[in-house]
C-alpha cells in the first residue's frame, strides 16, 4: 500500500490560509482515490475533499464548498490541500488517505473504505 506523509499543519488566526501537503511513497498519477478527511476533537472523522484519478472531485463537504481546494503534483507524488477562510470549526486533525476503487464511483466520503493512511497533521483556527 502507499505511504502517505501530510506536511503544513499550523495555528492561524480565522480568515487565515493554509496548505497542507500529502506526500505519497509512489505515483499517484492514475488510479486513485485520494484526498483529506478531518477529525475535530472529540468527533468523528469525516470527508473534506476527495478526487478520483489526479482530476475529478468526487466529493467535497458544505461546510468548505468555496474554500478549500485540491492540486496534484505528479512529479512530485503530492496532493495538496488548499484552505482559505479558515474558520475556527475548521480545527481538526488532518488526514490525507487513498484507496483504489475500480470506479469513481468508489471514491466516496466512508472513511473505512480507504486503507493507507497518514499519520496527520493538526490545524487549528482560533478567533
Known amino acids: 500500500q502507499v505511504r502517505l506523509t501530510e506536511l503544513g499543519g499550523d495555528s492561524v488566526q480565522a480568515g487565515g490560509s493554509l496548505r497542507l501537503s500529502c506526500v505519497a511513497s509512489?505515483?499517484?498519477?492514475?488510479?486513485?482515490?485520494m484526498g483529506w478527511f478531518r477529525q475535530p476533537l472529540g468527533k468523528e472523522r469525516e470527508g473534506v475533499i476527495l478526487q478520483f484519478d489526479g482530476g475529478e472531485i468526487t466529493y467535497l463537504a458544505d461546510s468548505v464548498k468555496g474554500r478549500f481546494t485540491l492540486s496534484q503534483d505528479n512529479a512530485q507524488n503530492t496532493l495538496t490541500l488548499h484552505m482559505n477562510g479558515l474558520k475556527p470549526e475548521d480545527s481538526a486533525m488532518y488526514y490525507c488517505a487513498a484507496s483504489k476503487p475500480y470506479t469513481p464511483f468508489g471514491c466516496v466520503e466512508n472513511w473505512r473504505n480507504f486503507g493507507s493512511w497518514g499519520p496527520g497533521t493538526q490545524v487549528t483556527v482560533s478567533t
Open positions: 509512489e505515483s499517484i498519477a492514475k488510479g486513485y482515490c
